[in-house]
């Protein structure tokens, strides 16, 4: 058995080989000692200098602030900032992740390691974007006829990228690296995966309206916030052993602020249409004028009270309560609001257990009080995936655009083209509906 251990402490990621910068980043890592572990075994929270931590909640909390009131702004400028915003926070937490596996020792004898992370990152974010600006396009349907060739064959071009680096990285490939090499191509599609993929729901969500991308990345910063309230002020039984200072406490107070918040809070965006309608350009704004037709969750409806709670209600209040009115989406609100306090913070456990598995007590130090960027979102990725999946599951409404119906037009030959304009003027003209706009335009220049 020991000397699997120490085999394996030699792996292809070399985890714990001297020199490597995960390492020497956080020197001040999870050597724990006797007491403290002890103390994690018995299910206990270890303690901590009471100056020390009083100094750790304000730096927290300050940065906390800044960081909300960033991401405010970035919301408040639209929907392109919101997307450049993910695409930097895709790049800096895949540099975060995948720096855990570089060995300068040997990345020094293979030079071009590091210069096919960034490769395959850019085949990937080239793939995932290139479907997302099509989708953007299709409300500019004049840019996306010259840029159709293009998006007709995105998915050949993206792929053909990828087999480059592939032939490129089997080409590199030397006698005596093979292991670290391998484990070094692993690491990065794994991260690729866990990273890239999963946020780019973010973006996804951004083009079902702003309200599906903003809601539950507020949720988990409101659960994150309110666990470490109860946590730091209440807490005393341990959670989880991968992250000792997580606590029961923590967890189940940030839930039950979390659920009532979301209700709360779903009420409150329901009635601003930048939030709900999807978004007509990526030039949009928090004060731009928009308007679209609401999806049915988000109108209010009178739900009957129970007679028995509304009894209760009428004791407690002093008058009778028959109905309440309540937005459906509020419902669906708790939904996400409880996968948000339950399971997505698994998301940052699991995070805990790749820095124990590294030895390292941050991925970084980029945000005081915080660690790295990838501290601050772990959660997010998992919670992005899940609010997609409901909203497509359970609300998305089916539609026909115009955007969309042109883009198919576009996909057929100029016969088929032809047919279908004929036989639409035909229609128009048998109903009556050409005459009418035609006079309708003529009344109009004739104005002019």
Known sequence: MGRVSKKSSTSSLQVGEKGSPAKLRHRKVNDSTKDEVAEQNSGIVPQEDAKKKWRNWRQRTTFTFVMI???????????????????????????????????????????????????????LEFYLYGENSHRALKRHPW??????????????????????????????LRKGYYRFQMGQFAWTHMALGLVVVQSQYMIENIFEGIFWFFLPIALVIVNDIFAYVFGFFFGRHQLIELSPK?????????????????????????????????????????????????????????YQVPAAVSTALSLVLGRHIATVTIRPVQFHSLAISAFASLIAPFGGFFASGVKRAFNIKDFGNSIPGHGGVTDRFDCQFIMAVFSHSYYSSFIKVSTVTVGGLFSSFLSLNTDK????????????????????????????????
């Open 69 to 123: 009131g960033g991401f405010f702004t970035v919301i408040a400028l639209g929907p392109l900032s919101t997307m450049l915003m993910v695409l930097c926070l895709q790049v800096l937490i895949y540099r975060e992740v995948i720096s855990l596996s570089s060995v300068p020792k040997k990345e020094r004898d293979l030079p071009w390691s590091r210069a096919m992370n960034a490769y395959f990152l850019i085949c």
């Open 143 to 172: 840019l996306e006829a010259h840029l159709q060739p293009f998006f007709a064959h995105h998915r050949f071009i993206s792929f053909s990228l990828y087999l480059i680096g592939f032939v490129w990285f089997v080409s590199t």
């Open 246 to 302: 997580k606590t029961w406490e923590g967890y189940i107070g940030g839930g039950i602020t979390t659920m009532v918040f979301g209700f709360l809070f779903t009420a409150m965006l329901s009635d601003w249409p930048f939030m709900y309608c999807p978004p007509p350009n990526l030039h949009m704004t928090a004060f731009s004028n928009v308007t679209c037709e609401k999806n049915p969750v988000f109108v209010p409806y009178d």
């Open 417 to 448: 083209q032809m047919e279908l304009y004929q036989s639409i003027q035909e229609y128009l003209q048998n109903t009556g509906s050409f005459v009418e706009a035609a006079t309708a335009a003529a009344a109009a220049a004739g104005g002019a």
